[in-house]
């Protein structure tokens, strides 16, 4: 654990991590970035927290086997919206003309609507919340085996 | 002002002074610092020439993901 400067300081910090992260998430189909970018952001805050305040206290809330499932989820959500659209063809935006992320996106200079793209919104968060739950589980998995081997040394 | 010519220029240079600085170093931290420097500049250079999706990915990726996973491996060696 580090002093209470940096813990104060990191607690803070995360915050506008995770807001960044989960905006290039939410914004993969209008501007850069998309479900990998976001997710590596908001891991990278979790790298944040981890070296703050130690692999042992964040492990307290954050197991790695909870970050599996979310993982797993992630991708199952991903494959579920693909078969969702299996009665036309595979991958098909099936939420075209809904009003769900259905709109159709102004030509011209915009400023870009969100409710747009159909499923990709969608797709960008399970991709987002596979990589932010892999490379979390990474960092945290190797924090903690580190720690043991300090210990035993 | 500095004109985006001499960036394309300075940028490069900057980043095989840095790889070069990765492998003369013997401290281990100071060379993983030195790898940060050069992916946080590698990621500068992606953005200048047009790929701002693939500056994101190396400045999440590379700057900051592999550096605390280096430096986490590097907290379980001895100082000789």
Redesign the interface.
Known sequence: MMSKIVRTMASLLILFALIYGLY?IMHGHLT???G??GG??V??GV?LL??AFGSDNIHKSLKEHHLSILESSGALIFIGLAFGGLAIVFFYNFLVGSSIFGHIPPSGPNTGDIWTAGVIPFMNIAVGLKVLAG?SA??LV??L??TV??VE? | MIELGVLHIIIPILIVVCALLVAIFKDLIAAVISLAAMSLLLALEFYLLQAPDVAIAEAGVGATITVAIYILAIRATRRE
């Open positions: 290039i850069p970035g998309g990998f970018q590596a952001v891991a990278s790298a981890i070296v490379l990474i960092l190797m924090a085996a580190t081997m300090e040394e």
